[in-house]
C-alpha cells in the first residue's frame, strides 16, 4: 500500500523528459575493432529521512558499484569487440574527469532531453568532454571511452509514514525525493564529441538487489551502439 502511494506521488512529481535523438548528427556505430575503455562509474546511493534530507548510505553505495561493475564485466561482449577496463586509483585526473562528465551530462540532460532546449543545437545531440579525453585515449589506447553516472534513494519507514499523514490529513503531496536517475555517455576519445547517451528517471529499480541491478544496467545501456 505505501509503495503503491509513493508511485503516485513520484507520478505526479517527478518532470518529464522530452524525447531527442540520443546519437550525435552523422554517428551510426564504432569502427570495426574498436576499444571501448569503462571510466570508473560515478554512483552513490541515499536514504531519504522523515524530514526529506538526502542521507550518504556508504553501505548501499559500495554494494550498488559492485553489482554494476560485476555486470558490466559480464557485458563486455556486448560493449565492443575490446573493452579496456579503467581502475579507480583514486587520482585528481580521475575525479576531475567524472565530475567534468557529471556536469555535461546534467547540461544534456536539461538542455537536449529537457524542457531547456536550445536553439543552437538544433535538437542535436552535440555535446563534448573537450580535450580532456585526449588524456584518456593516451592512458588507455582507446578509442571510445563508455561513461555510466547513477544516483538511487530510498525513502525510509519515516519518511513514507511522513508521506501518508500529509497526503491523508492535509491532503498535501509532498514531493519524496526519492527514485533513481543516471546517464550513460559514449565518447569519441579522438575528438571528445559525446556519440551516444541515454538515460533514466524512474521510480522503479533497486541498485542494492543484483538482479534488480541487472536490469537497471539493461535500461541504461538500451539502444547502445554496435
Known sequence: MMKRCLA???ALWLPVAQGQENRAYGFAKMA???????VPMDIELFEVSAGG??????DWTRTARQHVKDLLRERKVKLGTQVVELEDDGSEQVAELLRLHGAVGQAILLHHFGQLTLETKDKKL?????????????KSGADYALFT??????????????????????????PPRVGQQGYASLVDLRTGQVVWFNRILRITGDLR?????????????SGFPQ
Open 149 to 174: 553516472f547513477l544516483r538511487d534513494s530510498y525513502a525510509s519507514s519515516d519518511r513514507v509514514a511522513t508521506l501518508l499523514i500529509g497526503f491523508i490529513f492535509a491532503r498535501q503531496i509532498i
Open 32 to 38: 570495426s575493432g574498436a576499444r571501448i575503455a569503462l
Open 126 to 138: 552535440d555535446w563534448t568532454l573537450g580535450t580532456e579525453a585526449g588524456a584518456l585515449r593516451q
Open 209 to 221: 538487489e543484483r538482479e534488480r541491478a541487472s536490469e537497471t544496467l539493461d535500461a541504461l545501456l
Open 8 to 10: 503516485v506521488f513520484l
Open 53 to 58: 534530507v538526502l542521507e550518504p548510505r556508504a
